[in-house]
């Protein structure tokens, strides 16, 4: 069985998860737990503990559990005070790092109450704030990092972090890497300033695939295409390069793209191939879309399906 190892957070990340749980493959999760918004930075103030958000978020996306189950780990508080707006998965993992003494075993257990097939991974054990260098000083966290990169020149961490043990055996035994589709900066990037992550992704012979986000992100990638997208993972990936990058060059309905563009300022990101050919990646496209309730997403089975295929091509 092929094994691929993923590295990214938020939705982006669970979306093509839920695709690749339905094919034969050894999918690894690696999240960043560098978020600092909502109920994930209140839990991770209060308690002194990492981001459990997108470890959340996956660990559904992943689950092969009934429908009430996840709808209660999905529930939400809506009622004012102490715990208005904090998701039940989120109580729950912060209550397991307590139990079980670190997120990586409270992951590992939340996989085994949700019969999750693969293995899912936290980046580090560390409570980390993302730090946006510029000439005008620092921004400090994931929110202020994200809505002032035209500012910043580099994103680092406020200290240096080590990973969790299994991700450079995980790296080194991968048949591919795939960076996922998600926010750039605040999302992907996290794991490419790791310096652990960045030497194993040097020394592996497995190829690194970019799934290239379908809409720009305000504040972060305005007005970025593939190649924009390209650039910035290969300045952070140091002596790799990004091999191949899976991109939707499907039509999307123009009503659909104006109510993103008016209400939302988000754009299509366009393959450019033009800009993309000098890169030396390989492009892999094709219809990788659906709308679900108005919203343009990855489509799971259609991307996990170009991945399985690539993989079996590779055989």
């Known amino acids: 069985m092929k094994k691929v190892v993923v590295f990214g957070g938020g939705t982006g990340l669970s979306c093509l998860l839920s695709g690749l749980k339905m094919f034969p493959m050894d999918v690894t999760t690696v999240i960043s737990v560098s978020d600092n918004g909502s109920s994930t930075g209140v ?43 904090h998701p039940v998965r989120n109580i729950i993992l912060a209550a397991l790092i307590d139990i079980k003494g670190s997120l990586t075993e409270a992951t590992a257990y939340m996989c085994k109450l949700l019969k999750i097939k693969g293995t899912v991974l936290p980046l580090t054990e560390e409570k980390v704030e993302l730090v946006g260098e510029s000439l005008y000083g620092e921004y400090f966290g994931e929110e202020e990092v994200s809505q002032n990169i035209k500012y ?27 960076l996922s589709p998600g926010s750039l900066y605040t999302s992907i990037i996290p ?25 720009t992100q305000p504040g972060e990638t ?9 650039g910035v993972l290969n300045r952070y ?21 104006q109510i993103y563009l008016t209400t939302e300022n988000k754009t299509i990101v366009e393959l450019d191939e033009e800009n993309v050919e000098p890169q030396e990646v390989e492009v892999i496209s094709g219809k990788m879309f659906c709308l679900e309730n108005g919203s343009i997403r990855h489509d799971p089975l259609t991307t996990a399906y170009k991945i399985f295929a690539y993989l079996m091509e590779k055989e």
């Open 43 to 85: 839990l991770k103030e209060e308690l002194n503990i990492p981001a459990v958000g997108d470890v959340g978020k996956v660990l559904i996306s992943m689950a092969n559990v009934d429908k009430d189950l996840l709808k209660l780990m999905g529930y939400r508080f809506k009622k004012a005070g102490s715990l208005h707006n």
């Open 152 to 178: 910043i020149q580099k994103v680092t961490y406020d200290h240096d972090i080590k990973i969790c043990n299994e991700i450079r055996q995980k790296i080194m035994e991968a048949d591919l890497i795939i």
């Open 191 to 215: 794991h490419l300033i790791a310096p652990e992550v960045r030497s194993a992704l040097e020394e592996t012979t497995a190829p690194i695939m970019y799934v290239s986000n379908l809409v």
């Open 222 to 230: 305005d007005g970025y295409n593939v190649s924009d997208h390209i």
């Open 237 to 257: 990936l140091g002596e790799r390069k990004v091999d191949i990058v899976l991109v939707n060059d499907a039509p999307i309905d123009e009503e659909v793209v």
